[in-house]
């Protein structure tokens, strides 16, 4: 059965880097999209950003200056760097399995998510 | 990149039908057929309902949830409702900036 299961300090100080691993286990990285998602407490989902086993990225525009999303797949992890955090991203924030679809010899994103982890809450404050 | 717009709340009473509607614009919704909606209860993530506007995922939901497209607007059907349906729902769909946004989130009361 494939899990995912997020780590990392649940307290971050003002203009700090915030720092999470997701480790996946029962299965592996590849053609995969691994994607952060976050809620602020009380409020929706916002995507964050992916990572393709690859190393190809994409980000959310209102946080790409901030957000780095890398891949360790000999330790099947992919972790999220956000650098100069305020009381506003204070968030639970959740790793998400990105399907794909196979065509034309290539690996596409089919932009959804079918296995999301059980969420970590990250508070931002001094 | 905006919100898809969803209504706050919605409620329904067992057995009746509701409908959640997710409206975006032509960079989204309506020029891709790449939209999901999930089921969040409080206190746990989100579980995938639909993708690629109308597909359930195999094994997980029972065909009481349906989902549709019309123009920039998608639609999440439930019927014949049951209490465990109350519950947050969100749609997502790709955008033409090739990245995802989500709706602001419903949520469904069953008097």
Redesign the interface.
């Known amino acids: 059965q494939v899990q995912l299961q997020e780590s990392g300090p649940g307290l971050v100080k003002p203009s700090e880097t915030l720092s999470l691993t997701c480790t996946v286990s029962g299965d592996s990285i590849s053609n995969y999209y691994w994607s952060w998602i976050r809620q602020p407490p009380g409020k929706g989902l916002e995507w964050v950003g992916y990572i393709y086993y690859s190393g190809s990225t994409s980000y959310n525009p209102s946080l790409k200056s901030r957000v780095t999303i890398s891949l360790d797949t000999s330790k099947t992890q992919f972790s999220l760097k956000l650098s100069s955090v305020t009381a506003a991203d204070t968030a639970v924030y959740y790793c998400a399995r990105g399907s794909y679809y196979y065509g034309s010899g290539t690996y596409y994103n089919n932009w959804y998510f079918d296995l999301w982890g059980r969420g970590t809450l990250v508070t931002v404050s001094s | ?1 905006s ?1 898809l717009t969803q209504p706050a709340s919605v409620s329904g009473s067992p057995g009746q039908s509701i409908t959640i509607s997710c409206t975006g614009t032509s960079s989204d919704i309506g020029g891709y057929n ?1 939209v ?1 909606w ?1 089921q969040q209860h409080p206190g746990k ?4 309902l639909i ?2 506007v109308s597909n359930r ?1 195999s094994g997980f939901f029972s065909n009481r949830f349906s989902g549709s497209k019309s123009g920039n607007t998608a639609s999440l059907t439930i019927s014949g409702l049951q209490p465990d349906d109350e519950a947050d729902y ?1 749609c ?3 955008t033409s ?9 419903t949520k469904l009361t069953v008097l």
Do not use: E, H
Not at chain 2, 45 to 48: F, I, N
């Open positions: 990149q919100a790449y999901s999930y993530a989100p579980k995938l993708y690629d995922p969100y997502g769909s790709y900036s090739t990245t995802l946004v989500f709706g602001g989130g």
